[in-house]
């Protein structure tokens, strides 16, 4: 399937029968390093999460998803917040504190980014993923947390 098809299958409403394979496909281009790749995957990202099942089947992206978040590109960057918002929402399962603590360290100079969307999008990403990672993971968290305190209070007083 090329990246136009699977596009096109998007919008289909009988979806479900082809979406690990489109995961997959969107994972290879995911890979590349592309900008305007990524920005395609990640519309399609983005249209997948409306389908609660397809974001909980998008788990196996996180690793890739957590490395984007270190584009220059503040439109990817956005994009991968909101998906990855989306994904760690659709899960009933505890967040593994590997991901955890790769999304803490991730998120933590976004506070700063100078898209308010992008500052926006991290600090709520970043308190998800303190409500759902396992109970095993909050500890090694915790200097993180208290590293990511002074930045969080700085951006309440300027709003």
Not at 31 to 37: G, I, K, N, T
Request: charged share 20%; glycine share 4%; hydrophobic share 45%.
């Amino acid at each position: 399937l090329s990246l136009l098809c699977v596009f096109q299958l998007l919008a289909c409403p009988d979806i479900m029968g082809r979406g690990y394979r489109i995961l997959r496909l969107l994972s290879r281009y995911l890979q590349s390093e592309c900008r305007v790749m990524h920005r395609l995957v990640l519309r399609g990202l983005i249209m997948f999460c409306k389908r609660p099942l397809m974001a909980e089947r998008m788990q196996s992206l996180l690793p890739r998803l957590v490395e984007l978040l270190q584009e220059a590109d503040g439109e990817v960057v956005g994009m991968t917040l909101s998906v990855l918002r989306k994904v760690l929402l659709a899960r009933d399962i505890p967040l593994t504190s590997c991901i955890a603590l790769q999304l803490a360290e991730r998120l933590r100079p976004l506070f700063d980014n100078d898209a308010n969307c992008v500052q926006l999008l991290s600090i709520h990403l970043f308190q998800h993923v303190m409500e759902f990672v396992e109970e095993v993971g909050k500890k090694p968290l915790k200097t993180h947390v208290h590293q990511s305190l002074l930045p969080l209070l700085c951006h309440l007083h300027d709003e």
